[in-house]
């Protein structure tokens, strides 16, 4: 029997956003100033929601790991310290790009954030793939799935409301149908039931027809997981 991952979901979500990102900035014309703007937001959203995502791990995951693995716990958390400095370093560069003073001082200017932001996700695509590996071995070594799926259901009502929709947008667009049922009839299960029909309301706008209809489909015919 599969033991509960509570990564998989989110983690798939933020690669998404990620790979959307860069690909974003790679076709940014910066001398363009409305081209810019629009990727100056899709680099602050993925920022803002790396840093929210950090400081859930930090608040509920890694107190869990911390009380028998510690030194493990620390080293995570340094790798946090790490990636808040390098947001910090993208963030200022986004803030003061609209100071500078001519068209190839932002072509140049928009090849270094590239550069740097392709830093930022081999950085953080290393970093998750590395908590799903030992992470994952340490929460299945010291708790149950019961335990392991209340840590989750503390960071998920932890959440405003707004951000969790955004981050709804990445998971849809980043999860397959088999993993989307399962988080949905999830929400069926331990959510009142206008959060899943405001998640319905999501998926109808972010999904491909075919997979909102599958999804209706399966979650009528079996709305929680036997
Ligand atoms: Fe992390």
Request: charged residues 20%; contains cysteine.
């Amino acid at each position: 029997m599969p033991r509960v991952n509570i990564f998989t979901l989110i983690h798939k979500g933020l690669r998404t956003l990620l790979y959307e990102t860069a690909s974003c900035l790679q076709q940014t014309d910066f001398t363009h100033d409305a081209e810019t703007e629009a990727a100056l937001d899709h680099l602050r959203e993925a920022l803002f929601l790396f840093e929210e995502h950090a400081r859930h791990e930090d608040m509920h995951i890694l107190p869990a790991v911390a009380a028998y693995e510690p030194s493990v716990a620390d080293c995570f958390g340094q790798e946090h310290d790490t990636d808040a400095q390098l947001a910090a370093e993208l963030s200022a560069t986004a803030d003061t790009f609209f100071l500078l003073p001519d068209a190839a001082a932002r072509t140049e200017a928009g090849t270094a954030l590239n550069v740097a932001f392709a830093e930022f996700v081999v950085f953080n695509l290393k970093h998750m793939a590395c908590e799903e590996r030992l992470l994952n071995e340490l929460l299945w070594r010291y708790y149950s799935d019961t335990e392991i799926l209340a840590i989750q259901q503390r960071i998920v009502l932890s959440q405003e409301p707004w951000t969790a929709d955004l981050y709804w947008r990445w998971m849809l667009q980043g999860n397959n149908h088999p993993d989307t049922l399962r988080w949905f009839r999830a929400v069926a299960a331990l959510a009142p039931a206008a959060v899943l029909e405001q998640l319905l309301r999501k998926a109808a706008t972010v999904l491909p027809p075919t997979r909102a209809v599958a999804l209706h489909q399966a979650l009528a015919a079996a709305p929680v997981a036997a």
